[in-house]
Structure formats: C-alpha cells, structure tokens
C-alpha cells in the first residue's frame, strides 16, 4: 500500500468523480483508476459503486478513507517531528512571537542567552499568533510565545502560561489628557491609534468600552503592525493607544507617558506554545525553561 495512493482515494471521496480527482492530482483518469483497482486488489474488496459518472463509497471504502487521514496526519508529524530532530542535531532553535511581545519579553532573554550558550542559534519567526501557530503545526517552530486566545481548542497544540504582560493607555508628553482628571468618556472622545480588529491588543481596548457602556474607540489609524513601530505617530500627534508597561521603558517609549488611568491597567496571559507528542531537544527544553524564569517575573 501506497500513501500517494491512499492520497488519490481520499481526493476521490471528497469529488466522487474519477475526471475530478484526475484534474485535482494531476494525474490521467486512467492512472486514477489503475490506483483504484491496485487499492481493490490489495484489499480484496469493492471499495466503490460506480454511479452514473461518478462513484460512491462502499462500506469498506469509507472505512479506508478515515484510515487514510490518520496515516495522512501520522506521516505529517513525522515531518514535524524529523524537522525538528535536524535542528536539534546543529544546536538551532526556532521560535516564533508575536511582535507586541518581541522587545518587551523576548528580545531581553535572547540576549543573555546567545552571550551564555555559544553554541546555540535561533531562528525568529515574527507573525500573529494564527500563523505562529499554523508554523508549530508544519513543524517549521520548536516554540511559540504568544498571547492566550480567547478561544485555542488544538488538539496538536499545548502551552504553558509563563507570565502576564501588563499594559497602560499612552500618549505624548504634554498631551491634553495627561493634565485632566480621568474619565472613561474623555477616552472616547479621543483619537486612537489600534490594532486591526480582532486583535488581542484592540480586544482588551473595546472590553474596557463595554465595561464603561461607551460606543468604541475612535480608530484614526489601524494597523496589523506591531504598535511599537508606530509609536512616533503619538510623538507627534494628539493620538492615544495602549502599550505595555515594559514598552514605556524602551527606546520605543521615549517621550511618551502612560495617562492617568488606573482601571485602565489591564492584563494579558503569555504562553508558550508547542506540538503535543512530539521530539524536544535538550538546547529547546533548556531554552523553554530560561524563558519561564525570565518571564513569571514580569
């Protein structure tokens, strides 16, 4: 038995049509039915009824289809898993992170890290967290550091939680709001600089409206940019947005302060994701754990 051809009859189950599955494989219609008659002979039963142009599915036939997705995802992780042996064996680790977490958590520990361990080396992948998440999957990241969704049911995917990313609404030094007492509608009437919606980061800004019962923000500019690229929009502008606390002490923050909102210090859960059941190495494992230590003190 072939996995190309288990391939071409799981093709055939989604189209029921033999010139289908030759067009979606690439293949002639005769190849496909040689590889149909080469998976009956091996099995020794009917697989299909044909039907008109197309076919349907025998009993057996449907019990091959969901054994041809398992050995499908069992020779994806094998993949995965010999991917992530190879870098193993050259000392390389591969992480993905959000970038509202690279300077603020990251970037620190890789520092320390590179000056201690010579012989390691990394490979960054900086994406939002669905695409970090779809690398892990691939088997192309050992580790992911992201921020927990709202929602994150995985079946290949686990995380630890290794900290808690605190955040402040900011805005230039002299700005009108920072010499006002703070109240929830002069956020509203202000001009904002935001994450896409849908975003973590533009999420926690709308609940703070519902928990005020305020229309939403007003968003001037909208960005899937990390916020801290843009920060010198606020320097020169009357824009607000939110940052984290340990933003404001980099050379992002500069110039800018966090406005005098207490109820508006809000809190995000970072973890650190990885496939399930799969080869870690000890330079990854080592790494997970400084990255622990590091972050749980945030």
Not at 50 to 72: C, F, H, N, P, S
Not at 222 to 228: G, H, K, N, Y
Not at 236 to 262: C, F, H, K, W
Request: with cysteine; aromatic share 6%.
């Amino acid at each position: 038995m072939r996995i190309e051809d288990l391939h071409v009859f799981s093709v055939l189950a989604q189209t029921r049509n033999l010139h289908r599955v030759a067009q979606k494989t690439g293949l002639t219609q005769s190849a496909v039915s040689k590889i149909l008659q080469r998976l009956e002979a091996e099995f020794d039963t009917r697989l299909v009824d044909r039907k008109g142009r197309g076919v349907d599915l025998t009993a057996a036939g449907r019990v091959l289809v969901e054994r041809a997705a398992d050995v499908g995802a069992s020779v994806a992780q094998t993949y995965a898993e010999m991917a992530a042996a190879k870098s193993a064996s050259v000392g390389k680790i591969r992480i993905g992170v959000v970038p509202a977490l690279l300077e603020s958590a990251l970037l620190p520990t890789l520092a320390g890290y590179t000056t201690r361990e010579s012989a390691v080396s990394f490979r960054l992948s900086v994406q939002v967290s669905a695409l970090l998440f779809d690398e892990l999957k691939d088997g192309q990241l050992d580790l992911a550091l992201c921020f927990m969704p709202d929602t994150v049911e995985d079946e290949e995917l686990q995380s630890d939680e290794i900290g808690r990313q605190r955040y402040r609404i900011v805005a230039r030094q002299g700005h009108p709001l920072t010499r006002t007492p703070a109240d929830p509608r002069m956020l509203q009437a202000a001009k904002w600089l935001l994450p896409l919606p849908g975003h973590g980061l533009r999420q926690i800004v709308e609940r703070y409206f519902d928990d005020h019962d305020l229309a939403p923000p007003q968003a001037v500019i909208e960005t899937d940019a990390s916020i801290s690229l843009l920060t010198s929009l606020l320097r020169n502008s009357d824009l607000i947005t939110m940052l984290t606390e340990q933003m404001l002490q980099t050379y992002a923050g500069r110039d800018l302060v966090a406005l005098p909102y207490e109820t508006a210090l809000f809190e995000s859960r970072i973890r650190l994701f990885y496939r399930r059941k799969t080869y870690m190495s000890p330079a990854v494992q080592k790494f997970r754990s400084t990255l622990h230590e590091a972050l749980t003190a945030l």
